[in-house]
């Protein structure tokens, strides 16, 4: 499904039977009550959880630990829910989840000394299944509180869902009570985890303790536009100018091999989310990853497209590489494209770029983060309707809920200016384009996607200008 579209989780049913089947298969009718009695209270929170009604899947807290050899080893010391229950694959599955992201909360690996400061910062990663799903990390590293040299903690939460804004909250609420115990965490996250994760626009109310304010009621909003969740905008165009932005654009859309530095994990994160959402309605298949951990820096020489953050320490390993693109992020840099194709700026057809440059200009340096959520989308999602936007004339049904066939040849043959045919013929060939097509072809005729709303919402709003402009 697209993002924003909010659609249950058949994936999920699908898992939940094969799992209680495979339980059946195993246990004779004579233990079959007592089994099922001790299991299905696990079943059923497996259901809820992977069918999006949880907020969070686990949140763990991970430190450096000294280890006999004298290194520093991020170990989890904390972990909430301990699920118990599980049979062993999914032991093994949840072993395999917990190792990788100490990996992503300390990428640096074991280069850590206790510290006297420490600034705190909040970022996010994504863990992706053999199967392809993904689950979102959000990770808060701070020093705890005391006197002298002691050693940063991360807070790390792993979840289904896709909203870091609403998450950073959750955050600043877990940092709050570990100021006066880990053990004031608990009550939080379970009030967090009983409550039902809101529609988008919608709020949920979460009522907590916390010593020296008592009692309270913690207000937690998603953004109406839940595809715009999980971004934050200002990093991007603080780090880059809009024509920098734009040849990343380009290259993102023809799909080819990223890398972006830095040297803070939330600019890494934050920028490489944001290029991502520039793409709507079509959706990075490939590989992503926002912080690339030290051991898995050998990633950089896959031959797929892919993008990736590294930071500054470990650029020298990233950068070796041919035919890919390496953006700077970092402060005081020398120049923005440290290594590129060279057409990054001729992909986008001239008029076309011209017309993002121009809608992108009523932003400034100080707009607010809702002034950008709606200024960045109305400049790139009209790149979109006008290139690709016609789509749907072109899938052709036997029936009315018979699956449709895509029309490729015609499609591109109905575009009127050479330019924006010679880009569309490219991008038609990318797997993001690809993936659309395949899922509109499904779509029965009768149902509209949120990308069809906005279709029609933009040319409700050309049509009404050209009644202004005639008048």
């Not at 529609?199 to 916390?210: E, Q």
């Not at 944001?274 to 020489?301: C, G, K, N």
Request: charged share 25%.
């Amino acid at each position: 499904f697209l993002p924003g579209e909010d659609q249950p989780d058949m994936g999920a049913m699908k898992r939940f039977s094969t799992l209680f089947s495979s339980f059946r298969g195993k246990i004779s009718k004579d233990s079959e009550k007592r089994y099922l009695s001790i299991d299905l209270s696990f079943l059923q929170t497996y259901l809820r959880y992977t069918s999006g009604q949880f907020f969070f899947e686990y949140l763990v807290v991970v430190r450096p630990k000294k280890t006999k050899d004298g290194i520093y080893e991020p170990q989890i010391i904390y972990q909430f829910p301990k699920k118990d229950g599980m049979v062993r694959f999914q032991k093994e599955e949840e072993e395999k989840t917990l190792k990788a992201l100490t990996l992503f909360c300390f990428p640096e690996g074991v280069n850590w000394a206790p510290l006297t400061e420490y600034p705190s910062e909040t970022f996010s990663f994504v863990l992706t299944d053999v199967d392809g799903t993904r689950k979102n990390g959000y990770c808060r590293r701070l020093l705890p509180d005391g006197k002298g040299a002691r050693l940063p903690e991360a807070y790390c939460i792993i979840s289904n869902l896709a909203c870091f804004g609403l998450f950073s909250q959750i955050f600043d609420e877990v940092e709050q009570r570990r100021k006066f115990s880990m053990a004031m965490i608990y009550p939080f996250m379970q009030s967090l985890r009983e409550s039902a994760f809101p529609a988008p626009g919608h709020t949920v109310n979460i009522k907590s303790f916390i010593p020296e304010r008592g009692t309270e009621i913690i207000s937690l909003t998603r953004p109406t536009d839940s595809w715009l969740e999980h971004v934050d905008f200002r990093t991007l165009f603080k780090c880059l100018s809009d024509e920098e932005v734009l040849q990343v654009f380009a290259a993102t859309v023809l799909e080819r091999r990223i890398i972006f530095i830095a040297d803070e994990l939330g600019t890494l994160s934050q920028v490489i989310h944001a290029v991502a959402v520039l793409l709507y309605p079509f959706i990075w298949q490939h590989t992503l990853i926002s912080i690339v951990p030290e051991i898995l820096i050998d990633v950089v020489m896959a031959p797929t497209p892919y993008l990736l953050g590294v930071q500054k320490s470990l650029a020298d390993q990233a950068t070796d590489q041919t035919e890919l693109l390496v953006v700077d992020l970092s402060e005081g840099r020398k120049e923005t494209f440290i290594k590129c194709m060279g057409d990054e700026d001729t992909i986008l057809p001239h008029k076309l770029k011209d017309e993002i440059k121009q809608a992108l200009s009523a932003k400034n340096e100080k707009s607010s983060l809702e002034e950008l959520n709606r200024v960045v989308p109305e400049a790139f999602l009209p790149f979109f309707i006008k290139t690709v936007g016609h789509f749907a004339k072109y899938i052709v049904r036997k029936g009315k809920d018979q699956r449709g066939e895509f029309q490729r040849t015609n499609f591109c043959k109905a575009i009127e200016s050479k330019s924006t045919r010679r880009f569309v013929k490219t991008f038609v060939q990318t797997q993001m384009f690809d993936l659309f097509i395949q899922e509109m072809e499904q779509r029965p005729a009768s149902q509209d996607g949120l990308f069809d709303k906005k279709i029609t919402e933009y040319q409700k709003r050309m049509r009404e200008k050209l009644v202004v402009n005639l008048v």
